[in-house]
């Protein structure tokens, strides 16, 4: 059972409430579980917040009727955000799960104030007994496109439309000019950041003005529509993007997926709050845990170069290849990490700086 409410709707019916948010619930007692999840962009066919839902889906699945889900869509980050998660706790709900980095702060006050309920948080790095961040390792995935278009460019420049410049996402552009920069140390990557995890006119702008600048491989880094994807295709120009395939937007030109299944980890940490266990840890899940994965590649890549996608595919699955290991030098020439020593989880996790052959710095 679920069910989907906009923005304004719910408000309307949560400010009153949000003064009982320190009553204590106790989710395994209930005859019906009681999750609510808050999302900060449309729930359409492609994307984050539909990979995210399609996570719940499969929580779905395995409760039935022992699980009620209230999916409040299109929540911009901030005060709203914060009363509209306080007022999910107030109606009962005992899971949430917060699908932004934006939610954080809001989001771990709520686990403070209630040690009964249990918070599943998108790309944070705070952690309580009740508070899960989870993120992915887009990386591993986006080396390997990297590799794909530097099979392809002839130009030798390629593109990144960017939501915002955080660690997750810097890593993912890192990986991918380092991909790249394996068949071809003379690649180039420009970056346009958009600011926006949902904004589909400056998506496109961003499209067309790499495009008017040479490149004709993109990567569409975090839109959570396919405007990047459809404009790349009309443009004859390559194109890949995170999450959730959007081959139907581009069936010519599309490389192919970095794509993520949430379904297994949601149902464990589901699994813990009922058991009275809930694992509040910090998660980074990648191909050894079944979440990450590539799909859909373009078949002009040439054989061999898929053959070699493969193998190293199967390198960094098994652990005997590790995409950041030095040298690695940043874009202003200096060397952040000697030869043969590998970043650790801490330092990709905070990571801040342009691997060289990134031409577009970073914004302060």
């Known amino acids: 059972m679920s069910h989907t409410i906009q923005r304004r709707s719910f408000i309307k019916g949560t400010l009153a409430a949000t003064t009982a948010i320190a009553l204590p619930l106790r989710a395994a007692a209930q005859d ?115 590799m794909a278009a530097a099979s392809l460019t002839k130009s030798k420049k390629l593109g990144c439309v960017g939501a915002f410049a955080i660690p997750e996402l810097i ?12 068949v071809d140390p003379e690649i180039e990557v420009n970056v346009v950041w958009v600011n926006s995890w949902f904004d589909p006119a400056s998506e496109q702008d961003a499209a067309k003005a ?46 192919g997926v970095v794509g993520t299944d949430w379904g297994p980890h949601f149902k464990r940490l589901v699994d813990g709050h009922v058991a009275g266990e809930f694992p509040g840890a910090n998660y980074w899940l990648g191909m050894e845990d079944d979440t990450v994965y590539t799909a859909d590649w373009n078949a002009d890549i040439p054989a061999d170069m898929m053959a070699q996608i493969t193998a190293r595919q199967s390198d960094i699955l098994a652990g005997t290849f590790t995409v950041f290991k030095g040298p690695l030098v940043d874009q202003s020439g200096t060397e952040r990490f000697a030869d043969g020593v590998a970043m650790t989880d801490g330092e990709m996790l905070g990571m801040d700086w342009h691997v060289a052959g990134v031409t577009t710095p970073l914004p302060s």
């Not at 808050?38 to 359409?44: E, G």
């Not at 998660?85 to 899971?95: C, D, F, K, P, T």
């Not at 890593?171 to 394996?182: D, V």
């Open 32 to 146: 019906v579980l009681k999750m609510g999840v808050v999302l900060p962009s449309p729930a359409a066919d492609v994307g984050w917040s539909h990979t995210l839902l399609e996570g719940i889906n499969t929580v779905k699945a395995a409760y039935g009727d022992k699980l009620e889900v209230t999916v409040l869509e299109n929540i911009a980050e901030g005060p709203d955000a914060d009363r509209i998660a306080n007022g999910l706790v107030a109606e009962g709900n005992s899971v949430l799960m917060l699908g932004s980095f934006g939610y954080q702060n809001g989001g771990i006050q709520i686990a403070k104030r209630n040690p009964d309920v249990s918070v599943i948080h998108a790309s944070g790095y705070l952690t309580e007994p009740n508070f899960a961040p989870f993120t992915a390792k887009y990386w591993q995935g986006t080396y390997l496109m990297g």
């Open 171 to 182: 890593t993912s552009i890192n990986a991918f000019t380092l991909g790249a920069q394996s």
């Open 210 to 255: 790499l495009i008017a600048q040479d490149v004709d491989v993109i990567f569409s880094n975090a839109q959570d529509t396919p405007s990047v994807i459809a404009v790349a295709e009309e443009a004859g120009v390559y194109a890949f993007n995170l999450n959730s395939s959007m081959q139907a937007y581009a069936p010519t030109k599309y490389l």
